[in-house]
């Protein structure tokens, strides 16, 4: 077993990690809360021991070129030296200092994140802990705001699990079989490939409408939109849709709230936020996973006149603005900035393109789609039919992890697989996927 040594002066008086695999397993299945079973990766998940760049390395050794980089969470690479130095530093000057006192890095944060807002709005930054908290965030602050309840959100969407985040994702397999929470409504997502109305836009668009008219006062707090959704099988909203859907809400009385987990930060290469190429500023943004590049951190970004109006009364939360995690968010937007990632996520997106476009000649892929590094592949049993094929998709994502690449899986039917390695993932790196995609495809 190739363990790494634990760093020095780190655990000293705690008991080793014990590597063993099975004894790792054991363990979680003794003492980790049962869910945990449902979310998991791979016949036999992998037991990580570390990671440098767009790899990790098992415990056994065996190097792995990462394209889920944990759920998009890693996103200017494992190991960066620059984010690492900037958490260390402030770790050893005070690990927490709570938003009652004063300390210099979230409003520093807040200051650099919001340059990279499109101007037009004064923008304010809520820092929290996770992506579903966020969600929950911008639907009370739509709510206050606009004085309505309702809110609109999109089938297939995937915006978390905790309470209000779970009524508005849009995937049986997220929702628990409780009572949701209440206002939560849902239209149909303009998915061109297998969607309610097929390949034209102005159907879903309709369906907005028709959602609001139907089940809805009339008057709605705001739309949850993902402008590709992830987690629901790398579904880009086309052309026009977001821009369309803001009037369409707007005129209902409501915000646009979109939800960048996955899409931010310059993934999607063109643009650094995803919403951007659709031409639409939105009126309130959620953001987590690569905005910390692993580290706890997500924040809502919000029009300040939005933001005002939650202000009458207490709103906190303990750990958002860590300064340790605010330290984190603002090297990862220096490393983003001064290694050109957004440039890189749109030219190395393109060959991983290029490689699912190779793929797609086989017959059980339906579709190749997505942009920059956030892409995806669909299986399918029958072109014709389009009917999904979860079995070749499990196959060919334990077929590339055998060839050392990982990829997640996916979609309401689990038959997409999501490429979405870190941003510095390389020409060769993009190669090197390439061919064992070809193989484990061609293996079918
Ligand atoms: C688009 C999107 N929104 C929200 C969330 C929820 O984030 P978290 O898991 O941090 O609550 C996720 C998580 O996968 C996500 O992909």
Known sequence: M???DTPPGLA???PPLDWDYARTAARRERFLAPSLRTFTAFERP??????KGAHVWDADGKRYLDCLAQNLCISVGYDHPRVNAAIESQMRAIQHVTTMYYHPGPAQFAEELVATFPAGHDWVVHPVNSGAEAVDLAVLVARLHTGNFDVLALRNSYHGLHFGAMTASGLALCRQPIAGAPGYVHAHNPDLYRGAYGDRVDGYLDDLRRVIDSSTSGAVAGMLVEPIQGYGGVIPMP?????????????AGGLLVVDEVQTGFGRTGETYWCFEQDGVVPDAVVLSKGIGNGFPLAALVVRRDV?????QRKFFNTYGANPMACAAGRAVLRVIADEGMQRNALEVGTL???ALERAATHPRVGQVRGRGLMRGIEFVRDRATREPDDGSAARVQEGLRERGVIVGRSGQYRNVLRIN?????????AAFFGDALDAAVGAL
């Open 2 to 4: 190739n363990a790494p």
């Open 12 to 14: 000293a008086d705690v």
């Open 46 to 51: 992998l037991l990580l021991a570390r990671g």
């Open 239 to 251: 052309p026009g849709y977001l821009r369309r859907a803001a009037e369409i809400v707007r005129a």
């Open 307 to 311: 933001a005002e109006s939650m202000a």
């Open 352 to 354: 991983f393109g290029r």
């Open 421 to 429: 390695p870190p941003m510095c993932v390389t020409a060769d790196d």
